[in-house]
């Protein structure tokens, strides 16, 4: 990992899919004067992954997943949330990481204004839409890559002290050995979760 406040590397997301995502967490994604510290993620295999977006193949969709790691997959959940995921492995690897939970750092009026709310407190970033609503985040962002300077970038930051692993949450619809994987990661020791918490 590089030195805190640097850009993450291309070569951090080219490894497999459950190694990047316990080690996305305390880094900063940036963007527009927001910086938020990313303290929860899930992470989703290639099509051998039943809970993926990959499963059932390549589609205009989820293209961006079958890019080399290092950039930007969005989709809209139940028409309404713009869901963050950062792709992971080689090119056709097909992993990707769904950013769950994040704390802020810079940017507190623009994030409150962005999601409609008073105070800094956890609930303001605890899940994925609201990560996506307080970045402002849009579908156009899919294919962008993290690893270079402007727009949305992914910056080095301190990781947790404690880190806890469990199942991910609402993939009911996959079998059971898949939603057994304890790929939902947290900083442990962080109260910005979404629910259940962790640690």
Excluded: K
């Excluded at 080095?156 to 059971?176: E, H, K, L």
């Amino acid at each position: 990992m590089p030195a805190p406040g640097r850009l993450i590397p291309r070569r951090f997301y080219l490894r497999p899919v459950e190694d990047v995502a316990r080690d996305l967490l305390g880094s900063h994604l940036c963007r527009d004067g927001v910086v938020l510290r990313i303290t929860e993620v899930e992470a989703y295999g290639g099509p051998e992954d039943s809970a993926s977006h990959g499963r059932h193949g390549r589609t205009p969709r989820n293209a961006p997943m079958w890019e080399e790691g290092g950039r930007v997959y969005m989709y809209l959940c139940y028409g309404l949330h713009r869901m963050l995921n950062i792709v992971t492995g080689g090119a056709g690897a097909c992993g990707a990481i769904l950013v769950r939970a994040c704390a802020p750092l810079e940017g507190h009026p623009t994030v409150l204004a962005r999601r409609g709310m008073a105070r800094v407190a956890p609930p303001l970033l605890a899940g994925p839409g609201r990560v996506g609503q307080a970045l402002d985040l849009g579908l156009d962002l899919s294919g962008h890559p993290l690893f270079e300077a402007g727009g949305l970038e992914l910056r080095a930051g301190s990781p947790p002290r404690r880190v806890a692993a469990g199942p991910r949450i609402g993939v009911d619809f996959a079998t059971p050995a898949d939603r057994a994987r304890p790929w939902r990661f947290v900083d442990a020791d962080s109260p910005w979760q979404s629910a259940p918490r962790m640690g």
